[in-house]
């Protein structure tokens, strides 16, 4: 039989977890389904891990729910980037190794990350209207759908009840890009520019060719057939070795390689932004 | 006897609730409220409703309350656009049908979602000193008035020691603009623009001459003796029935009739801000 | 032996409080830090106070910290402004009179509000290991140090388990600004600028030559040897003492002084930021 990570599985925990993330911006549309969480989960501990993702961009929303949960105590989360809501897309849930449902729509927002809490064990459609609002707009299922089947979950229904079991491969796919080597040099893929504007690349210091600690590195921007230098950079471990306002290749908290620039912007001061392909070619101590 | 929605009528409940929109941005101005309603009342569960409101917008702060709090459970309710701090305006409740209060300025802001939430009840001005902090600021009634007051109400006090009784009539009034017809055609007007930039009207598909489902629609924006004819759009169910960019007339989560662009901003293509006049024209299949 | 305020003073308080500020912007790396508190503080009460400081801005956090602190409850509070992220900068934890333990970079960020709560008690460096993650990366100590080091203590560890004393004199000093008085003027600077604009002196009324109410004045901005004049302006209690659009000298709610204008932004209206100096001059009524 399913369970549910803590909720059924360590019954002392007083509150069950609800991660959440939205691309829903300032509003009052994560505020609703904070409401309807807790109009049928009163003790859910909410935790809010974004919800000024670009509008619409499902990649973001999955780099950051990838980046984020495992970070989380097991729960109940709930990650809401739906450019197709009201259409075909299915609304799911995924059931991962680590004891936690993965509840948003099928449209590859919840994989990377359920691979990264080791795997779906249990894919299931969301099609039990009971656990569902009684109405159903066409343009808030995070209201309507979403968060009223989290917020069941959460509080301690089966994960069966949601509805019938889908197979892992009849799900939308989307991994995080993976990194090439080509001629002593890594093609890697910007895959997330955060806050700061560092700019977190698909790749990781394995990666590099002749080993993660390569000293100076040349990089430039593939742009179609046209190759753009950037500026020359150190690789270092933490930003203040560099001078202020100087870029850095480094490893970011993920175990990713990323490109920095001292309490500046790398994405606007190198002009850079996510999907962008670099070429990184290590040049020595 | 005045009695307080969730905290005196089910007492097994554990942790009053407490939903808080301001137009306070990002600062500590709501973090300073959380402090004083958390050291007066220590198991309010707070949900932040918004605080991005744009500064000063009585009306985008009514509309957002309205839209959210009745997926809120019931509870003591903070709504802070204020514009009027320190002059004469007064700091108000309003006790409503479903058992919620309202504490915030007589300026019009919480009658809307008054309304929605089966009239007002019972209304006083908040005079009572010793529910308020011993200082009070004349720019800061968030902190000094509307906080601790709210806190109390959470924490079980009665609704009456707030303050004297006042008529509902003597109520700053605000109310959702209503929609009209002419010649065959809707006048609406914009009451919302929210962060995907869907523009949200003051009319319900209901209002649509000849019928809810217009299929097609001109839709003509009105300045002054002006009329700007926008792009015709369908009418449509959902984002994804029409292309990516492509315009389109829905109804929205409140059911309201509401203006889209697919995975775009209609406020930013078609040129529509709040308060502004359209006339729709329905044209058939 | 050393005692964290409410957890272990008050020991039925059901959950401890943690302030928490940080320059992280959206993103999930202050709902990582979330998701590491609560792993190991199940019931903590996190209270975000603002995530949205200005990049690298110590100053910003300070005030900002300063501002909200007083009106939390006491706990164990975490503050993360880092542009040293990595490097030599030490891990401070501070103890204060009221009974608060601060956490965070020792830059100078956590110094003033600490003086505002009482002055430090007793100052420690985050040294043991066993209270951080297993694996620390050398760019977001927020999650690897500050948060598990913070949500210990909440959880009750004792302060002195998280390193050795540090004397006070050896911590980055960092203190509010001073104004001081010149030829029947106010020098004074702008520490922060809020979220409306409105500009915040390091100045309190009772520092303004002739008295704390002195009707209307003279502003001028200093920049090196020019001195440009600002519009007069009158000393009010409140904003709606004077026009819409008009610039007015207020107490702000730290007793401050301040200038604002009514319904707009001082600083984009009369183009002043922080760090600014202004000569304030009374003219009387």
């Not at 939205?22 to 505020?31: I, N, V």
């Not at 739906?82 to 995924?94: M, N, Q």
């Not at 933490?238 to 290749?249: D, H, I, P, R, S």
Request: negative net charge; hydrophobic residues 45%; proline residues 7%.
């Amino acid at each position: 039989m399913a369970t549910i990570g803590r909720v059924t599985e360590r019954p002392a925990s007083p509150r069950p977890v609800l991660g959440f993330l939205t691309d829903f911006g300032s509003d009052s549309a994560a505020a609703i389904c904070r409401g309807v969480i807790l109009s049928i989960a009163r003790d859910a501990q909410i935790v809010d891990i974004d919800h000024a993702v670009r509008k619409f961009a499902i990649g973001d929303g999955a780099f950051l729910l990838w980046a984020a949960l495992p970070w989380l105590p097991v729960g109940v989360h709930l990650g809401i980037v739906d450019p197709g809501v009201g259409t075909a897309r299915r609304p799911v849930g995924l059931r991962v190794a680590r004891g936690d449902v993965l509840i948003g729509p099928d449209n590859g927002l919840l994989m990377p990350v359920a691979d990264r809490l080791g795997g779906i064990v249990e894919a299931r459609l969301l099609e039990n209207r009971e656990l569902m609002l009684d109405q159903l707009s066409s343009t808030f299922h995070g209201r309507d759908v979403f968060a009223p089947v989290a917020a069941h979950l959460a509080s301690g229904v089966p994960f069966e009840r949601v509805g019938p079991a889908v197979a892992v491969s009849d799900l939308t796919a989307l991994s995080m890009p993976e990194a090439t080597r080509e001629d002593g040099s890594l093609i890697a893929e910007i895959v997330y520019v955060d806050s700061f504007g560092n700019v977190r690349l698909g790749a990781r210091p394995s990666d590099l060719p002749g080993g993660s600690d390569p000293g100076h590195v040349a990089v430039s921007l593939l742009q179609g057939g046209l190759v753009r230098p950037l500026p020359p950079m150190r690789a270092a471990r933490t930003f203040g070795e560099v001078a202020v306002g100087a870029a850095l290749l480094y490893e970011d908290s993920n175990g990713l390689l990323a490109i920095g620039v001292n309490q500046g912007s790398a994405a606007t001061v190198l002009g850079l932004a996510t999907g962008d392909r670099l070429r990184i070619t290590p040049r020595g101590g």
